[in-house]
């Protein structure tokens, strides 16, 4: 079995496709577009549900684990609910899926990826590649896409400011195509998952008070699967301070479409085969709790 290291853009955008085709009747795979450096972007829908969830991941090429876990997820998910299978005996995933769909996108920044895992001869363009050899960063360190921008931050929130110049909002093909896919389906939640040390569900505190209950709910369920911390994202103070976490895509998912919005930061080991399908594992419960809390609320 191949390790993130192993692994290509190719190889996650082909296993997408061609889960696509051998489960047909129940996923439809769709390119939302294409990244500076011309890598398209795929996803993976699975199930037949009318409304639909975003499971997002690979915003930084640093992160590709998570972007591996959230592919392999993915396939996995597509198994169980042809062959009918309920998950930790709660989760009837089938039954689930044709409520909610999933809409998965495992890699926002191929760009960066291959940036990490081959280095920046990878970069097509000759004006971007050279423009990244001169920041003199290390390759399995750069955060970036191929024009060295920070996608997780580039998007049109209400706190998002301009801090370089060609650096306004949406200004990155990466955010652009979340942003039409996000107004075209609109959806009932969005989980960005990250690859961090702890885990931590950040749940968007919204003004209106029913709406901001009901995040604060979901984000609850969320955190008992996790077993991890629920902090809130402090959006105006943060942007008050100056940080760079403002411009974020759980900020403008909130503030556009007006629907809970998650980010889930969590321990992610290029360890045993185990330890790796057992973070699938559980990485797959949180969007399978999200879908049917909804029922629930």
């Known amino acids: 079995m191949d390790t993130v290291q192993d692994k290509?853009?190719?190889?996650?955008?082909?296993s997408l496709w061609e889960a696509a085709r051998r489960y047909s009747s129940f996923t439809q795979f769709r390119v939302i577009g294409k990244s500076h450096d011309d890598r398209m972007i795929p996803m993976l829908e699975i199930g037949q549900g009318d409304a639909c969830i975003f499971c997002v991941a690979g915003f930084s090429g640093t992160d590709g684990q998570m972007t591996d876990r959230l592919t392999r997820m993915a396939l996995e998910l597509c198994r169980i609910y042809e062959c009918n299978w309920t998950v930790d005996e709660l989760y009837e995933v089938k039954k689930l899926l044709d409520q909610t769909r999933l809409c998965i996108i495992p890699v926002v920044n191929p760009d960066g990826y291959e940036i990490c895992r081959k280095g920046?001869?990878?970069v097509r363009n000759p004006i971007f590649r050279q423009m990244l050899k001169m920041q003199d960063v290390p390759c399995d360190e750069f955060e970036g896409n191929a024009r060295g921008m920070d996608t997780a931050r580039n998007f049109p929130t209400t706190f998002c400011s301009r801090k370089k110049i060609h650096q306004q909002p949406a200004s990155e093909n990466e955010t652009r195509a979340l942003i039409r896919i996000f107004q075209e389906y609109g959806g009932r939640g969005l989980l960005v998952f990250c690859?961090?040390?702890?885990?931590v569900v950040y749940y968007r505190r919204d003004q209106n008070f029913s709406t901001g209950q009901r995040c604060y709910r979901l984000a609850r369920h969320l955190k008992k699967c996790t077993r991890g911390?629920?902090?809130?994202?402090?959006?105006?103070?943060?942007?008050q301070n100056g940080r760079r976490s403002t411009g974020r895509p759980e900020q403008y998912y909130g503030e556009m479409i007006r629907q809970p919005a998650f980010r889930i930061e969590l321990p992610v080991n290029s360890g045993n085969k185990e330890e790796e399908e057992r973070e699938i594992r559980d990485l797959m419960l949180l969007p399978l709790e999200y879908i049917y809390?909804?029922?629930?609320l």
């Not at 290509?8 to 082909?14: L, M, N, Q, R, V």
């Not at 690859?195 to 885990?199: F, L, Q, T």
């Open 229 to 239: 911390k629920l902090e809130q994202l402090a959006i105006e103070r943060e942007a």
């Open 8 to 14: 290509t853009y190719e190889a996650i955008y082909y």
């Open 120 to 122: 920046y001869n990878t």
């Open 195 to 199: 690859g961090y040390g702890k885990k």
């Open 293 to 296: 809390s909804l029922v629930q």
